[in-house]
């Protein structure tokens, strides 16, 4: 079998060039595969764990378009609509509940952000509450601002580092001319967290001229409780939405759902295209060895014999393509994951092409399947040669 494996190999050395190019064919194939399927495992992953860094199960807020609610809750995006905050009065008594947070988000226009500005996002929120509801959020400098109605912010990981704070140090809110002081900065969450600033929700709602208004009301349901139960009580408050994390996640994953079909068809073209490449590249070496072939045969080799080895010739062909094209996928898949950000703006935090052992064997095999489809004819064409007819051929 080694020696097999030799001859398959200076066999594919005869033609260096239509080697190569056959293997980067299949590389590409190769990089497209598992690119996708780490998309795939990775875009759900992502989302969960955004989810999960939540804190609740479930979201009240203004009725308004579904899509806009999803976007709000997990990326702070605008176009924000208001309710009222008795509606927490007809929320808290609830036995299903555990426990509420309040909050009232504010998006700023701010000129010093980059080149062309930006969006600063300010979310209000009950110190208290919001922390007992995310308890896995740590401080890297200082901590949560104690008295309700300060004058006082709490940085996300990312907007400090964009503005360059410390603690103690004093930001603007854009067109409203009034300074907070930072009195803590989170450490990296890798979530939409990491660029909030957080105010309590009184200072809010006093620098916005909101008073007795909120975006979001977070709740968080108590272990055993029917969560459905408590979904068609709210339903039933009057000009409020609920947006549970199991819709959310449905919206999100459906909005994604043509970009996968795309992306999947793409890939199958191009492992086609690899696969005609193959094919063509070992038959017209098949055609071309006709004599070779005969004279093996003659001195008593079988047509299995011949059969491996051209078939060999293919798996080589495959095996190495597909591991240069792994290789490559590894290499780039920070660009593939921002290249898929520009694509869907409103992706989860968090790397969104994951490429792990797992999905390395499972592309591998996949290849190694169709590299053995492939080089089926070919390895049969030339198992079938007759030795007197190869040996006066004029090919």
């Known amino acids: ?185 989170l450490s990296r969450t890798g979530t939409q967290d990491d660029g909030t600033i957080f105010v309590p929700l009184r200072t809010v709602q006093k620098i916005f001229d909101r008073s007795g208004e909120l975006t979001t009301i977070g709740i968080k349901v108590k272990k055993d409780a029917d969560s459905t139960l408590l979904e068609e009580k709210l339903y039933k408050l009057p000009d409020v939405q609920i947006v549970s994390l199991a819709e959310v996640k449905h919206t999100i994953m459906k909005l994604i759902s043509t970009a996968k079909v795309m992306v999947l068809s793409i890939a199958i073209i191009a492992i086609m295209i690899a696969m005609v490449g193959v094919i063509n590249t070992v038959l017209m070496s098949v055609l071309e060895r006709l004599k070779e072939f005969g004279i093996l045969k003659t001195i008593g080799a079988m047509p299995w014999d011949i059969f491996t080895l051209v078939w060999i010739e293919t798996l080589i062909l495959f095996t190495t393509g597909g591991i240069l094209g792994i290789v490559l996928a590894l290499l780039l898949s920070r660009v593939a994951d921002i290249v898929i950000r520009q694509i869907l703006p409103y992706a989860p935090s968090g790397g969104l092409v994951v490429i792990n052992l797992k999905l390395i064997l499972i592309t591998l095999a996949i290849i190694l399947f169709i590299g053995l489809l492939s080089g089926l004819y070919p390895a049969w064409k030339a198992g079938r040669v007759r030795p007197l007819e190869a040996i006066r051929s004029d090919v």
Request: aromatic fraction near 10%; charged fraction near 20%; charge should be negative.
């Open 1 to 185: 079998m080694i020696s097999k494996f030799q001859v398959a190999y200076k066999n594919l050395l005869r033609k260096r060039t239509r080697s190569i190019l056959t293997l980067i064919g299949i590389a590409l194939s190769a990089w497209v595969l598992v690119s996708l399927l780490g998309f795939n495992q990775g875009y759900e992953s992502a989302l969960n764990k955004d989810i999960d860094n939540m804190g609740f199960q479930m979201m009240i807020m203004a009725k308004g378009c579904p899509y806009e609610a999803a976007t709000m809750m997990l990326k702070g995006g605008t176009g924000l609509r208001y309710m009222k905050e008795s509606i927490i009065d007809n929320i808290v008594n609830e036995p299903e509940v555990d426990k509420i947070t309040p909050m009232l988000m504010q998006a700023v226009f701010d000129p010093n952000k980059g080149e062309s500005g930006g969006i600063s996002a300010y979310l209000g929120v009950d110190p208290r509450s919001f922390s007992e509801m995310k308890p896995f959020l740590t401080f890297r400098q200082g901590g949560w601002f104690v008295n309700e109605d300060s004058y006082e912010a709490v940085m996300g990981y990312e907007a400090a580092e964009l503005e360059q704070r410390e603690t103690g140090d004093m930001i603007l809110i854009p067109e409203k001319n009034i300074q907070l002081k930072v009195a803590g900065i």
